[in-house]
């Protein structure tokens, strides 16, 4: 069962997460999620993952709509 270990390889971390292996890849490339590497295979702390998710879902508040100039002239 991946999502009661804490450490997690590509697999589980992409099963997890809800996102193909390969994107994984390229976020742990681009540094944007946070993950180490145990020997030559990168490894995932559900812990770390489940605080990233936390912060990244704190960040994206739903921007308010930008009246147009013509709908503010009134």
């Given at each position: 069962?991946?999502?009661?270990?804490?450490?997690?390889?590509?697999?589980?971390?992409s099963q997890?997460?809800?996102?193909?292996?390969?994107?994984?890849y390229k976020?742990?490339?681009?540094?944007?999620i946070p993950?180490?590497?145990?020997?030559?295979?990168?490894?995932?702390?559900?812990?770390?993952?489940?605080?990233?998710?936390?912060?990244?879902?704190?960040?994206?508040?739903?921007?308010?709509?930008?009246?147009?100039?013509?709908?503010?002239?009134?």
């Open positions: 069962m991946a999502d009661s270990r804490e450490v997690m390889n590509v697999r589980q971390a997890y997460l809800g996102v193909s292996p390969d994107t994984l976020y742990v490339g681009e540094q944007r993950a180490f590497k145990l020997g030559n295979r990168w490894r995932f702390k559900k812990s770390k993952l489940d605080q990233w998710m936390e912060d990244k879902s704190s960040e994206v508040e739903p921007r308010p709509k930008r009246k147009s100039k013509a709908a503010g002239a009134q």
